[in-house]
């Protein structure tokens, strides 16, 4: 157990896991406070908990409470982050340090939750999807700061793919570039969020939890910097019709672009904008793929440890 920094706490139940070499899996807040409304979101990271307990890990939900950086939050935490939703700072790695230094509350992206798990120790981290470079980035710049810390952070993130409010084909670029691997799990696409096929291709697919784990435990014992993106497609039942979605994706970007949305604005917008197009049924989707990639990264989680001992 590595000497924690002064600027976190870990929940004593994830502490003690991790002392004792149990396995962990980190779960992020910016999907409970920006992702999803109000009581859906609380009712998912409750349920996503208790999933990964059912699979034999223990749950970190990460977040900022106070000024702290946290490991393991209690159900008041949780449920404090989703009733405040938009009215908790997104905290991504350029507003940590403001953001604790003010003792404020934070909802960490999957960059934070990156760099929080790695601090406490955690190496495995679930949710449901990831950030890259948008649509248009070529003249907008804009590129998730969640390529980066993959590219620098040891942390494996097990996702559905991303969604394609971003320019897929352009986030793969990136992250070779990075040197990031990509992972398919069970798949030799990288999944598209709300469905399972994107046309582009992955790296490589791996088959088992077995084998993530063993991809991991290697790039890190060889001394390489980064983690590994692992996209999980969302079970068949569950994935959307890909007219209907990719309909309410462009209606949402045209709608982004005529008021001007940018920055950090500018994901949780087109999140929010394509949930109320697609009504209930993309929130349905969304919750069952984050339960599906969780129940994997504990799995994972569980394999890595024996492999690690
Ligand atoms: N994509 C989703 N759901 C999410 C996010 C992205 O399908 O909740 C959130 C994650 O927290 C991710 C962040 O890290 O948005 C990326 O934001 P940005 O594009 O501003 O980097
Ligand atoms: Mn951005």
Known sequence: ??????????????????EEGRPV????STIISHGMPYPQNVE?????ERLVRESGAVPATIAVIGGRLRAGLSKEEIDHLGKKGHGVAKVSRRDLAVVCARGMDGATTVTTTMIIAHMAGIEVFATGGVGGVHRGAETTMDVSADLEELAQTPVMVICAGAKSILDLGLTLEYLETRGVPVLGYQTQELPAFYTRHSGFAVDYEVDSPEELARVFHTKREMGLSGGVLVGNPIPEE???????????????????????IHGKECTPFLLAKVAELTGGDSLDSNIRLVFNNVVLGAKTAVALRALEG
């Open 1 to 18: 157990m590595k000497e924690l920094n002064q600027y976190l706490d870990v929940a004593p139940e994830v502490k003690k896991a991790l």
């Open 25 to 28: 899996v980190a779960l992020e």
């Open 238 to 260: 569950y994935s959307m019709d890909k007219a209907v979605i990719d309909q309410a994706i462009d209606q949402a970007l045209a709608e982004a672009d005529e008021q001007g």
């Open 44 to 48: 998912t990271a409750l349920e996503v």
